[in-house]
């Protein structure tokens, strides 16, 4: 059957409207039984095991993935291969987060006695409210819908999106409340441009050779501009007794010359004195964000004792991957 565009963006809105609407519902779910699960989670001394079928299963796996990259030891197990002896991986102490709508999936009616017998919490995500999984769960949490999205009113489409929602909340809610910080995300995501952005340090990105980025506060104001060119980082470091005491930039060059300044002046006459610097340890989303707020370019990476360690710029910074 033919539809016109007008009919599909209809037919598209509507859908999602609806998913949209059932959405909504969930922020009056967040109840004693999400206390309780939130509870349950953060204080188990094993992992989060998290079960389901079909729609379910790829829901929970997208959730344990969830738990996992946000400080809550978790993975997936189908309850089939629970079954046929992959139950023998989950621990007494972990939680079990069960995930079925009916409640009444076959494989969680053999695996509760099981859980039950080992001393495991369960955790229910279930629309039926007196079925088999809820009545055998610490802690359940409520997806029910009044309508799925699917016009046949089949497939699970709207429960499937409460249950991925209710599956966030709570692992974010765990999260925040262990006090999981940029430094611990960044360990579980060292790779791409995520990883890049919350790992890489400046002294990651510099090169380390100091030809051409630094002369003494006694060269003259052509020898800085030479250096300044050989450099090609925008910005040069003024040294005194290998203790960096100013920066000569191309800004600096053009107001020197601009104020009747010689070749052959001293370059520390032409010298930013008050200069923004960074150490080999600071993050590069940091120098990023100081080189916004000062609108500068580029910037000496400095020892503790004030020695250089070399200049770093934006383009060096974005050129690993970090913006």
């Keep these: 059957m033919n539809h016109n565009n007008n009919e599909l963006r209809r037919l598209g809105y509507t859908f999602i409207k609806s998913e949209l609407k059932e959405a909504s ?43 996992a990259s946000t400080g809550t030891q978790a993975f997936f197990i189908h309850p089939a291969e629970a079954l046929h002896g992959d139950f023998g991986m989950v621990g007494k102490d ?17 695996l509760l006695p099981l ?28 997806v029910s819908v009044n309508k799925e999205a699917c016009p046949l009113g089949l497939a699970p489409t709207s429960s499937a999106l409460c249950t991925l929602m209710i599956g966030d909340a709570l692992a ?10 940029h430094d611990d995300f960044a360990r579980s995501h060292p790779a791409g441009s995520l990883g890049a952005a919350l790992l890489t340090t400046v002294g990651g990105v510099i090169d380390r050779d100091l030809k051409g980025i630094s002369c003494t506060k006694e060269s003259s104001l052509l020898e800085a501009v030479n250096n300044l060119c050989l450099s090609g980082k925008g910005l040069i470091a003024i040294t005194d007794n290998e203790s960096v005491v100013g920066v000569f930039t191309d800004g600096d060059f053009r107001r020197a010359i601009a104020s009747g300044a010689s070749l052959t002046d001293n370059v520390c006459k032409y010298m930013t ?24 370019t580029a910037v ?22 970090i913006r």
């Design 25 to 67: 519902n969930m922020l009056m779910r967040i109840d004693h039984g999400f206390v309780k699960a939130c509870n349950l989670v953060s204080r188990a001394a094993g992992k989060v095991i998290v079960m389901g079928v079909g729609k379910s299963g790829h829901i929970g796996r997208k959730i344990a993935a969830t738990f």
């Design 273 to 296: 004195k008050d200069f923004y610097h960074v150490y080999s340890a600071t993050m590069c989303t940091q120098a990023l964000d100081a080189m916004s707020r000062y609108s500068i």
């Design 94 to 110: 972990d939680v079990v987060l069960l995930i079925s709508y009916s409640g009444e999936a076959s494989e969680f009616r053999v």
């Design 172 to 181: 974010l809610t765990v999260m925040s409340c262990k006090g999981f910080s």
């Design 115 to 142: 859980l039950a017998t080992q001393g495991n919490k369960v955790i229910s995500i279930t629309g039926g409210h007196d079925s088999t999984l809820a009545k055998g769960s610490d802690a359940i949490l409520n």
């Design 300 to 321: 000496p990476v400095l020892h503790t004792n004030k020695r250089l360690v070399g200049v770093v710029n934006i383009a060096q910074i974005h050129a690993a991957g």
